[in-house]
């Protein structure tokens, strides 16, 4: 009878140890906010058309002092218009479902204009998002 039960219990810590491995816990998505800032060494402009792609953003916001008018285009791709006093300084907040990617999104300025409507050039003007 003592021989089966230590059978037994061998048994089970065989069978206890087949069911480990390589099992992953992966922590679940932590959504958050990027800032939006922007770069320039000028402060005419008044309008910027901007992209912000690398995967899936919940919306963007605008920073205070600015309007903001943004616009899906694909799974992983919006584009928006900010309007204000575009100066170096925050403009915007991109909120994603997943802060651990935040290294995967890039932005874009497009094209800026001034208050009367004439193009500028968007060379001078950077973008970063960061945490």
Known sequence: MRRLTWIAIGLAALAIAA???DHQITAAPTPGALNLTLNTATANGAALLFDVSGGAIDSIVPAAGFRLYP???GATFWRAVATGTLASGPIARVYVPDL????NYSATAEQVADQSFA?????????????
Not at 100 to 103: L, V
Not at 119 to 131: H, N, T
């Open 19 to 21: 069911c480990g491995g």
């Open 71 to 73: 616009a899906q285009v």
């Open 100 to 103: 651990s990617k935040a290294g």
């Open 119 to 131: 193009l500028l050039s968007a060379g001078g003007y950077g973008l970063v998002l960061s945490r």
